[in-house]
């Protein structure tokens, strides 16, 4: 059975960047080594290594900090503010010396917090998944611009597999916008399916300019429009339908003429990069996944016999059989990792594992 100790550790750094405060935390901490240089400097490596595992452990997910990176341990020194020798020894060519070291919590949160770290929290947890970006009108008409913002904010959350969908021509922009904003589930799912992608972000552009010019035609008018533009985004897998985010974002332009309803969608979409970027990276960092499962031809037997069976499963929790017909059943859980290490799970219990998606098994 695969060990997800890493996983939950990775987590963990997340949450804890996420919510860094500027303090500083007062240890006392003995260190050994074949001289006195030595014995302190381990002496600092454990004051680090006993507060990042208090500064990890309150997140409950974490088990095992000691697999944070050595990069850190091994530059101890530049995390201590100051320290105090309170006493040393040398035993048999042992040194001891024993220190209360005032560590900089902050510095260390900055460096457990960067891009490495956000890209690894992605590749463990959501095994950094192919995401598409769509920005379109009722009229079908992309923006590319929007788009680009969009992929940015996730980039700089450490999901890199940002797939390119410019083959979506406008009909189909506006179909798959329309439904995801309708909740024609099927019709998503369908649409969607189109592109090799885990998930889709829509950004669905509602766009209102304000002039006697939208009308009637009168000449000269069309430059004293004033745009209002609603942008409503959300980010969902394509296997499940599951909304990792949603959000309305409202934009109007100071000034009125040809450029107005760009000035207008700007406005409205400078706090989305950040919205979706850290929803996203929020999901990659909980190891727990929800996930699919679709039994097929009684693999589980009866509701009550499968519900018992994958509650008996390492890491599985809080199942729920949403429905079932003919020996067929959806499954919705929860699972300590993800789609993957779910299917090698049941394959190591022998049973056939027919698709595998994101968030989604069928046996």
């Known amino acids: 059975m695969r060990s997800y100790g890493k996983k939950a550790m990775l987590a963990g ?12 935390a007062s240890v006392t901490v003995t260190g050994q080594g074949g001289s006195e240089r030595s014995a ?13 595992g208090v500064m990890v452990d309150s997140r409950s997910y974490v088990q095992n900090y000691r697999l944070i990176q050595d990069r850190i341990y091994s530059q101890a020194d530049g995390y201590i503010r100051s320290y105090e020798v309170l006493a040393s020894d040398n035993k048999n060519g042992i040194y001891t010396v024993t220190i209360r070291a005032d560590v900089q919590d902050q510095k260390i949160q900055a460096a457990l917090g960067t891009y490495a770290q956000k890209k690894a929290v992605v ?28 992929m940015k ?17 406008a009909a189909g922009s506006r179909r798959l916008a329309s439904a995801v904003f309708s909740g024609d589930a099927a019709l998503q799912k369908s649409l969607a399916s189109r592109f090799p992608v885990d998930y889709l972000v829509i950004v669905h552009v509602n766009k209102a300019v304000g002039s006697m010019a939208d009308y009637v035609d009168i000449p000269g008018f069309e430059k004293l429009k004033r745009a209002d533009v609603t942008l409503s985004v959300r980010m969902f897998n394509v296997n499940t339908g599951e909304v990792l985010y949603a959000g309305v974002f409202t ?10 309803l760009q000035e207008a969608i700007s406005q409205a979409s400078e706090e989305i990069p950040d919205a979706v970027g850290k929803a996203a990276l929020g999901k990659a960092a909980n190891p727990e996944q929800h996930l699919q499962l679709i039994v097929t ?22 199942v729920y059989v949403r429905d079932a017909s003919f020996g067929n059943m959806t499954i ?20 056939k594992v027919l698709e595998m998606g994101s968030e989604y098994v069928k046996i």
Do not use: K
């Open 13 to 24: 750094i997340f949450f804890m960047a996420l919510n860094a405060s500027v303090s500083a």
């Open 40 to 52: 302190l400097h381990q002496a600092m490596r454990q004051a680090i290594e006993q507060q990042v």
């Open 123 to 150: 590749g463990a947890n959501m095994q950094d998944p192919r995401i598409g970006i769509v920005a379109a009108d009722p009229e079908g008409a992309r923006y590319a611009d929007l788009e680009n913002l969009v």
């Open 153 to 169: 904010g996730l980039s700089e959350q450490g999901f890199t597999r940002l797939v390119d969908v410019d083959q979506l021509d």
């Open 251 to 260: 934009g109007r332009s100071q000034r009125r003429g040809p450029h107005a």
């Open 297 to 318: 031809s009684n693999q589980l037997g009866s509701i009550h016999e499968a519900t018992a069976y994958l509650q008996e499963l390492a890491g599985v929790s809080n």
């Open 332 to 351: 919705d859980l929860d699972f300590l990792g993800t789609a993957h290490d779910f299917a090698v799970l049941l394959e190591n219990q022998h049973i």
